[in-house]
């Protein structure tokens, strides 16, 4: 009943924003009494993956053993407290194998809304745990997606549920100038070519992106600058929407070429002056920007400041 709701509501708060898996606990109750073999023993009968669970595995729990009509609810409740949803999850099928799952009865109202602009994020296998969020966090300002790896919240975790997902989060704020201050960020972790699923589902959030961002590297192109195939199946991908659904001019395809070095330049102006030509002569209503960003989690002070802007312009 609602009565029973409130008095949990405290702790639905406590798990949706749990962003620490649960060993950075135990191991803390370890040091307060006396060892990981007291821990051990308190939790011998628990399997050790469920030690490496994250807020995220255990929303998706969450959903897995709540009725459909709920999601919605649910997932509304998340975003209301600044924490992200899965909108595509992995999960275990009956057969012991790994497969994916959408909750889309739950996230079809924040995606259906007008006044939200769609922002997606993903990236090619070359720039799998490259920090992708941590970087989109620091440039869009959401605190749901960096996660700060000196508070034990490293996002290439071993969370089941994390690999060839899709997360949603609400209202956050590009610049002071409150440019796109209310939009929503779909934001793709990993990458397969294999999983029919995850392409699809990413094809279709082009398709109603206002901007997407690929995050490429130097592994993307050959040494002529030409896109290789898994880059040119998203950059096709994106040319044939906007021919499909006559996407307006502000729709935007920004590359962010990763940990750029001095000794990528004969590439990277190779990539420009031919195929990123090539595809901008495409692009009917579709506009197209690449950007090169050194090793981000190096980067500290004035550098990073400088970068983050460089980044912010594009938009």
């Known amino acids: 009943g609602k009565g029973l709701a409130k008095e949990l509501l405290p702790f639905m708060v406590d798990l949706l924003k749990r962003q620490q898996s649960l060993s950075a606990l135990t191991d803390s109750e370890a040091m ?3 060892g990981p073999d007291v821990i051990q023993k308190l939790f011998k009968s628990v399997p050790e993956e469920f030690f490496e669970w994250t807020h995220k595995d255990m929303f998706v729990a969450l959903l897995e053993v709540t009725p459909l009509v709920t999601h919605a609810r649910l997932v509304s409740l998340a975003l209301s407290i600044g924490c992200s949803v899965p909108l595509l999850y992995r999960i275990v099928l009956p057969n012991g194998n790994m497969g994916l799952k959408m909750c889309l009865d739950g996230c079809k109202n924040v ?3 007008e006044n939200r602009p769609l922002v997606l994020s993903c990236g090619t296998s070359s720039t799998v745990n490259s920090g992708k969020s941590d970087l989109m966090g620091e440039v869009f300002g959401l605190g749901a997606l960096s996660l700060s790896r000196s508070r034990g919240l490293a996002l290439n ?3 089941p549920c994390h690999n060839l997902s899709i997360d949603l989060l609400l209202d956050a704020v590009l610049s002071q100038d409150d440019l ?3 939009f929503v960020m ?3 972790h990993g990458y397969s070519s294999e999983s029919f699923g995850f392409c699809v589902t990413v094809g279709v ?6 901007i997407t961002i690929i995050h490429v590297s130097k592994f993307d192109f050959t040494e002529f600058g030409d896109a290789k195939k898994e880059l040119q199946k998203y950059c096709d991908c994106a040319l044939e929407n906007a021919r499909r659904f006559g996407k307006a001019t502000g729709s935007c395809l920004i590359l962010v070429w990763r940990n750029y070095d ?3 330049r004969k590439r990277f102006e190779a990539v420009e002056s031919s195929w990123l030509q090539n595809l901008l002569n495409q692009a009917d209503g579709l506009s197209v920007r690449l950007a090169k960003i050194p090793n981000f989690t190096k980067l500290k002070g004035i550098k990073k ?3 983050l802007e460089n980044l912010r312009s594009l938009f």
């Open 305 to 307: 400041t400088l970068q």
């Open 32 to 34: 307060a009494q006396g």
């Open 157 to 159: 975790s071993s969370s």
């Open 180 to 182: 796109f201050s209310s």
């Open 262 to 264: 001095e000794k990528d």
């Open 205 to 210: 959030l082009m398709s109603v992106a206002s």
């Open 186 to 188: 779909a934001d793709a």
């Open 111 to 113: 995606l259906g809304c």
